[in-house]
């Protein structure tokens, strides 16, 4: 079985995305299909293979912002993940080959800035993944 990811979009998050919805530019997300005042469950996947549904739904253009929110599951998501503003979420499509059939899974994941922890050193953007945190830990102390 054959997997190949490929990046849907990624967003530093902002005060708006952690208390109401994540917003998203509509051409992002060509792969979900909607009409204005529509909306669609997305089924995305953490990087602990947990089911995220999030409802998205396409901004009306009345409001003067073209785009699509996830709303219905999102917080949730903010608050399970601790996820701050000026963190970064990034979408991707894994495309999974499996001999004849070929299917595709979304995946999310966050990435945390550090920069409490490494102020006088520089600003790091590193995936909330333990593994590869203490990685950059151990590089530090060597």
Same mark, same amino acid.
């Given at each position: 079985?054959?997997?190949?990811?490929?990046?849907?979009?990624?967003?530093?998050?902002?005060?708006?995305?952690?208390?109401? =919805?994540?917003?998203?530019?509509?051409?992002?997300?060509?792969? &979900?299909?909607? /009409? #204005?005042?529509?909306?669609?469950?997305?089924? +995305?996947?953490?990087?602990?293979?947990?089911?995220?549904?999030?409802?998205?739904?396409?901004?009306?253009?009345?409001?003067?912002?073209?785009?699509?929110?996830?709303?219905?599951?999102?917080?949730?998501?903010? =608050?399970?993940?601790?996820?701050?503003?000026?963190?970064?979420? &990034?979408?991707? /499509? #894994?495309?999974?080959?499996?001999?004849?059939? +070929?299917?595709?899974?979304?995946?999310?994941?966050?990435?945390?800035?550090?920069?409490?922890?490494?102020?006088?050193?520089?600003?790091?953007?590193?995936?909330?993944?333990?593994?590869?945190?203490?990685?950059?830990?151990?590089?530090?102390?060597?």
């Amino acid at each position: 079985m054959a997997k190949a990811a490929k990046l849907i979009f990624s967003k530093i998050v902002t005060e708006i995305d952690i208390t109401r =919805s994540l917003s998203i530019p509509t051409s992002s997300l060509g792969l &979900i299909p909607l /009409e #204005e005042g529509h909306s669609v469950d997305m089924h +995305v996947y953490d990087a602990c293979g947990r089911l995220w549904i999030f409802r998205t739904s396409v901004l009306q253009q009345s409001t003067g912002c073209e785009g699509l929110v996830l709303s219905v599951n999102w917080l949730e998501f903010v =608050s399970h993940k601790k996820v701050e503003v000026d963190d970064k979420v &990034i979408f991707t /499509e #894994e495309i999974i080959r499996n001999g004849p059939s +070929v299917g595709a899974r979304l995946h999310i994941q966050f990435v945390e800035i550090l920069d409490h922890y490494f102020s006088n050193v520089c600003k790091l953007d590193l995936v909330f993944n333990f593994r590869k945190l203490n990685m950059v830990l151990e590089a530090f102390s060597i």
